[in-house]
């Protein structure tokens, strides 16, 4: 799973590289529209194509039978159970394909999330890194490592009803460091991105596990007889720009990637 997760990271390292420098809404432009094109050759490729059609043929007459016969009550009622049986059918066709699309549609919002979900750290300004662990007597034996470019600028918050430990780290300079947390004899390393730069940021190191390594496919998971459960850097959420409007990335990936599945739908040759 880890050495699949490391090439989905850089492949997706390599569509979002030429726009490194521009607004974000470029990069999530660019992905969207390749993600509808995704969801279309999917839908056609796992979908019973001809049922569809036929099922769409059948809703059409039925609702032109409404019009028609609009003031015969009984054939108005037994054409409206036709649709909901039709429209059930429909239902019917899409649900493999959209199970189908479900994994690789989260891989790709897990991979935005990484890009666009948080702006790096900045320098001069203080952020926060939460620890927590197996056990709360973790907590009096633990400790943060901190490379040159970082220091430490509030004493350590043990809560150990929650198991955590939150330190307030400013950062003097710009970059990429790896800070650790120390417990007795073990040591965890974790990445921190200092700067304006708009690429792949590892919000959170978390134990091995298949649910938690595609969650979190930034940094290889801490191994399983660790003490610390996870490593969290509190980043500050990120909203994008689309020139009309600022929101989460969710809200324009999902309306371009509909809009561009549908707009492909005729090219394509698929029935939705």
Do not use: C
Not at 35 to 46: A, D, E, H, S
Not at 107 to 136: D, N
Not at 182 to 196: I, L, P, R, W, Y
């Amino acid at each position: 799973m880890t050495t699949f997760l490391t090439l989905v990271n850089q492949l997706f390292d390599l569509i979002f590289f030429p726009f490194r420098s521009l607004n974000p809404m470029v990069g999530l432009t660019v992905v969207s529209f390749l993600t509808g094109i995704l969801m279309v050759l999917v839908f056609r490729t796992t979908s019973n194509q001809a049922g569809i059609k036929q099922v769409k043929e059948r809703i059409k007459a039925h609702l032109l039978a409404i019009r028609l016969f609009q003031d015969q009550l009984d054939v108005v009622l037994r054409t409206h159970a036709r649709i909901l049986g039709s429209t059930l059918s429909y239902m019917g066709f899409s649900l493999r394909p959209l199970a189908v699309m479900f994994l690789p549609i989260v891989l790709i919002m897990v991979q935005l999330e990484l890009r666009l979900g948080q702006h790096p750290a900045r320098a001069e300004e203080s952020f926060l890194v939460a620890a927590t662990f197996t056990e709360p007597g973790s907590l009096e034996q633990a400790s943060l490592q901190l490379p040159p470019g970082l220091a430490l600028t509030a004493p350590p918050l043990r809560i150990f009803e929650r198991k955590e430990i939150t330190w307030r780290v400013e950062a003097s300079e710009v970059g990429d460091f790896t800070l650790g947390i120390v417990v007795g004899e073990q040591a965890f390393a974790k990445t921190v991105t200092v700067g304006d730069s708009a690429a792949r940021l590892s919000r959170k190191r978390i134990r091995a596990g298949l649910v938690n390594q595609f969650l979190y496919p930034g940094e290889p998971p801490l191994p399983k007889e660790a003490r610390v459960e996870s490593i969290e850097i509190k980043y500050r959420p990120r909203s994008i720009d689309s020139g009309l409007f600022e929101s989460h990335w969710l809200v324009p990936f999902f309306g371009l990637s509909l809009i561009a599945g549908l707009a492909l739908k005729g090219v394509l040759r698929t029935e939705i």
